[in-house]
């Protein structure tokens, strides 16, 4: 999960030198350093960078803009302190101009393009043909399938006390450290908390001792990354493997035999974000730790060669069932947070899509059928535009191989549709919620029933989709050892799909931009239902339609066209732009 004080902290250390002399109100730096502004100062830093090669004199002009920022200086000098050292390093040595940097984190400046160099190994398009024949085939969600567990953004605080502050001044709250206030409302409940607090240990492990009880028929689990909590200002090697090895623990236990593809997080590394390109692994800088003492803990679940493939890259490939695979991707590569992508914006870093496209044909060519696993769903808008075109891409062409996409990373239960030039939806991302309650969300998970129990018959289409929640005010007022746990909605009831097909997600999704009822479900399912959730209004509603609709952040034409609809439909009295949709009330739970 991104914080917007943390990309105003880590970016401005490369203005930070260059406007160390500029008067500044808490506030309003992100507004005063305009496209124009950006480029000119940019180039300034780049300049005195390579001149003194100091990440001490980056620190030091660094820190002067704690004073100015609305967090803890402790907290502010310490994503400093992690990144200094190696934005020197990428300062020095990225050839991106100064205005390329600012068009990546800055939208108001025009993008450039940075076309990447990378070889894809393409099909031949589908044929209409094709096409037609999987919509026609796509099974009902009465259809018997196997039953897949997706869990997600789990952010194991094992500091988190309960009754410590849930309001402190620090990005992360609930520990003994913060104190414990006499004032109710500011105590960290029992199972965890809406406000800036992670799990604690007994949240995670009644999520794991409850799937175990709840789905005994699980065939496997994908574990989708962000296992360590927001204190990112201090986020150390120790803390990381020890969240992911708690939680490996803990899923070998309850879960003996059955297997779990784990991803590897944007939070699960130190610093936080960071994950070097390989070519600068012998600078000082390297992923190969991480790498390897994760292949290593991970080994009861990957066969030789997929363990190998992580090892070296954060990524492998493995084969479920005959004639189905899954692909597990390394989003973080392509990650405008993690700063390397300054070095690698105009690359295909590790050959990753190459490789991905080398799966992808291969699949294609031999028959089987592919699901996609990540942490950073490609349609995110803070993936690099060139590379979530380039992926667009390779979904497009290999539409009747590729049958499911899975990521998370932003804590809510989302979905993202492809669409090709003709409209036609082609390709649906499902995004998991996080067990975590950072922030003002209910914890969650998914389970998938997917096509694959019909032998030669089996598409391995997602055939329905269930979302499970605890009802955190409710269950933090309640006595018991555990939480209970609820199916709060499955997907084709929901919404009325008569199947999970594309083409019917897009229907679905026309009709949300539109009708207010079920905008509102689709909106209220976002947290979970959390009490806690803002209102949304006309404004928030086409925000979080147009994110439904761009899984290609090179362009904008699918939020502009979802507009332009929503903009006619209130001229011809078909929407109400006055609708605004209020947090859910806490009903019914039991």
Not at 130 to 155: F, W
Not at 422 to 431: G, R, S
Request: glycine share 4%.
């Amino acid at each position: 999960m991104k914080i917007t004080m943390r990309t105003t902290v880590v970016f401005s250390l490369l203005l930070m030198m260059a406007t160390s002399g500029v008067s500044t109100s808490p506030g309003a730096l992100a507004d005063r350093v305009k496209c124009g502004t950006c480029k000119a100062l940019g180039a300034v830093v780049k300049g005195v960078v390579k001149l003194t090669g100091s990440s001490m004199l980056m620190r030091s002009k660094a820190y002067r803009l704690c004073s100015v920022v609305p967090v803890a200086r402790s907290v502010c000098e310490g994503y400093i302190d992690s990144w200094a050292e190696p934005l020197t390093y990428i300062v020095q040595n990225s050839k991106l101009s100064s205005a390329e940097v600012c068009a990546i984190y800055i939208d108001a400046c025009p993008r450039p393009s940075l076309d990447i160099d990378a070889t894809l190994y393409l099909r031949k398009d589908p044929t209409p043909a094709e096409i037609k024949i999987r919509d026609y085939l796509y099974p009902s969600p009465a259809t018997r399938g196997l039953t897949v567990l997706h869990i997600a953004d789990l952010h194991l605080d094992s500091l988190y006390r309960e009754g410590a502050d849930n309001s402190c001044s620090e990005v992360l709250c609930c520990r003994a450290d913060n104190g414990f206030p006499t004032n109710a409302s500011r105590r960290a409940g029992r199972w965890g908390d809406y406000t800036r607090c992670d799990s604690p240990y007994k949240l995670v492990e009644s999520m794991v001792q409850h799937t175990a009880k709840q789905h005994p028929d699980v065939a496997y689990i994908m574990w989708t990354g962000d296992n360590a909590p927001h204190d990112d200002w201090r986020t150390s090697r120790e803390e990381v493997l020890s969240s992911t090895s708690s939680i490996t623990a803990l899923l070998q236990r309850y879960f003996p035999g059955i297997p779990v593809l784990p991803v590897i997080g944007n939070h699960d590394s130190a610093p936080i974000n960071s994950f070097p390109p390989k070519e600068v692994w012998n600078a000082g800088f390297s992923s190969a730790w991480l790498y390897s003492m994760l292949a290593n803990m991970w080994k009861p679940w990957l066969p030789p060669n997929a363990a190998a493939t992580l090892e070296n890259y954060g990524y492998y490939s493995l084969l479920v069932r005959p004639g189905f695979r899954v692909i597990v991707i390394n989003t973080n590569v392509a990650y405008k947070l993690n700063f390397w992508v300054l070095m690698t914006a105009r690359g295909d870093p590790s050959h990753q899509l190459r490789w991905l496209t080398e799966e992808l044909r291969a699949a294609y060519l031999t028959g089987e059928k592919c699901h996609i696993v990540g942490h950073i769903s490609p349609a995110d808008r803070d993936i690099l535009p060139a590379w979530s075109h380039m992926y667009y891409k390779i979904i497009k062409n290999y539409r009747t191989t590729v049958r499911g996409e899975f990521f998370s990373h932003t804590h809510v239960d989302e979905i993202h549709l492809s669409k090709d030039d003709n409209d036609e939806a082609f390709a649906v991302t499902y995004v998991a919620p996080s067990l975590s309650p950072w922030k003002n969300v209910n914890p969650g998970y998914k389970v998938y029933t997917v096509d694959g129990s019909r032998g030669a018959q089996s598409t391995w289409e997602v055939t329905e989709v269930a979302r499970w929640t605890v009802n955190l005010q409710e269950a933090n007022k309640l006595a018991g050892n555990s939480p209970r746990w609820y199916q709060q909605f499955k997907a084709s009831e929901e919404y009325g799909l008569a199947s999970l097909s594309p083409q019917n997600w897009s229907s679905a999704v026309q009709s949300m931009l539109i009708k207010d009822h079920l905008f509102t479900k689709y909106y209220r399912n976002l947290s979970g239902r959390a009490v806690v959730q803002a209102s949304c209004d006309a404004e928030c509603r086409q925000e979080i339609i147009c994110n439904v609709l761009t899984s290609d952040q090179s362009s904008q034409s699918q939020c502009q066209r979802a507009r332009a609809t929503y903009q006619q439909a209130v001229r011809e009295g078909r929407a109400n732009p006055r609708a605004v949709v209020s947090a859910s009330q806490p009903t019914p739970w039991f």
